[in-house]
């Protein structure tokens, strides 16, 4: 299929950017969206131009690195799917696609559609993890009995590869989908009990500094969501940052 490709280009964070328009033919309906862009860019690179600056690591819907906004919407018309499983096969020949970067405060862009995600980062420093002495006092991992529904509800939440589409979807740029995930993998898990309520202060603090806006529930975030994280982990964030405040 042939394609005209509308995408942003800006060469730093401080230079100002555009949308460019480009051709792309004979383009297969059996090539995912960054294979695509790879043939984007093996063009550009023939005619001596500057390809394309965009993240992608795993390319298996894993690593969390890819972030497109495609026609409007985070990770493109698929539901379920990130940017590096979207395939050709979503679009007809002769459409206009329309790529940009992630948009947010929180999100500066660095090139093209390069953006920092560093804060994400940041927030999960600030509290996402366990303090465990594992020098030689490693437990098994089915020594701790856990009932099934908590550990479902747990696994749940941790298949957050952190993309920041929830970021993207949000008209308020809000990151509560993403550090409610992470708050509810641990708090729902015997392991986190002992840093629960130092954990989800720090953690929403951090979020305020890094400039993400506030949520209010209009559920765009848990709609293009490539993992499906479910709003229930905002519902129990919001519980559990209630009970640290007053305890």
């Known amino acids: 299929m042939n394609l005209t490709l509308k995408v942003w280009r800006q060469k730093s964070a401080d230079a100002k ?12 309906e059996h090539m995912s969206f960054l294979e695509m862009m790879d043939v984007l860019n093996e063009h550009l690179i023939s005619e001596g131009k500057e390809p394309v600056a965009f993240d992608h690591d795993c390319r298996e ?44 405060k929180a999100f500066p862009i660095l090139k093209d559609l390069v953006v920092d995600r560093g804060a994400f980062d940041r927030i999960i420093q600030a509290g996402g993890y366990v303090s465990v002495n594992t020098s030689g006092n490693s437990q098994d991992a089915n020594a701790i009995p856990i009932p099934k529904e908590d550990a479902d509800k747990a696994f749940d939440a941790a298949t957050c590869i952190g993309c920041g589409a929830c970021v993207a ?12 995930a992470k708050v509810s993998q641990l708090s729902l898990l015997p392991q986190g009990q002992v840093e629960r309520e ?50």
């Not at 950017?17 to 297969?28: L, P």
């Open 17 to 28: 950017g555009a949308m460019e328009t480009y051709k792309v033919s004979d383009i297969s």
């Open 61 to 104: 819907g894993i690593c969390g690195s890819c972030s497109m906004y495609i026609n409007g919407e985070p990770h493109g018309p698929d539901r379920g799917v990130t940017t590096c499983q979207l395939h050709m096969r979503r679009f007809k020949d002769g459409d206009t696609i329309h790529i940009e970067p992630w948009r947010s």
């Open 169 to 180: 979807a949000c008209k308020n740029a809000s990151a509560m989908l993403f550090v409610s």
């Open 198 to 247: 130092e954990r989800v202060l720090n953690m929403v603090e951090q979020m305020d500094k890094e400039g993400f806006g506030n949520c209010s529930n209009t559920g765009a975030c848990e709609i293009e969501c490539p993992k499906g994280i479910s709003l229930d982990n905002i519902a129990r964030m919001n519980r559990e940052l209630a009970s640290a405040k007053i305890s």
